[in-house]
């Protein structure tokens, strides 16, 4: 069992950085793969990016490619995402997810309930 809650939402103009971070508690948190997923309103929930159980392999969809990055710090229990240049197209609720790392959210066991982020023009 692993328990994920997400922070570091907020609102935010284009153009700026949040960082998002995801705290873990329960057994084996390092044992995992690590995902974050996020739903704009009236929308599907799509994937953002993933990361390995080791940290040294990480997958972004292609319309967050170099300007977010995933990492964790297994020793805090700790999954983050650094956004960049943030545009009003990223806001949505922002949720982190453990399981395999891939894109597909059925390949996920736990979630977060999700943080907020609102990006202006």
């Known amino acids: 069992q692993v328990q994920l809650v997400e922070s570091g939402g907020g609102l935010v103009q284009a153009g700026d950085s949040l960082r998002l971070s995801c705290a873990a508690s329960?057994?084996?948190?390092?044992?995992?793969?690590m995902g974050w997923f996020r739903q704009a309103p009236g929308k599907e929930r799509e994937f953002v990016a993933a990361?390995?159980?080791?940290?040294?392999?990480?997958y972004y969809v292609d319309s967050v490619k170099g300007r977010f990055t995933i990492s964790r710090d297994n020793a805090k229990n700790t999954l983050y995402l650094q956004m960049n240049s943030l545009k009003p197209e990223d806001t949505a609720v922002y949720y982190c997810?453990?399981?395999?790392?891939?894109?597909?959210?059925?390949?996920?066991?736990?979630w977060g309930r999700g943080t907020q982020v609102t990006v202006s023009s």
């Open positions: 329960g057994r084996s948190f390092s044992s995992y793969a």
């Open positions: 997810a453990a399981g395999m790392g891939t894109p597909k959210e059925e390949e996920y066991d736990y």
């Open positions: 990361i390995s159980w080791s940290g040294h392999s990480t």
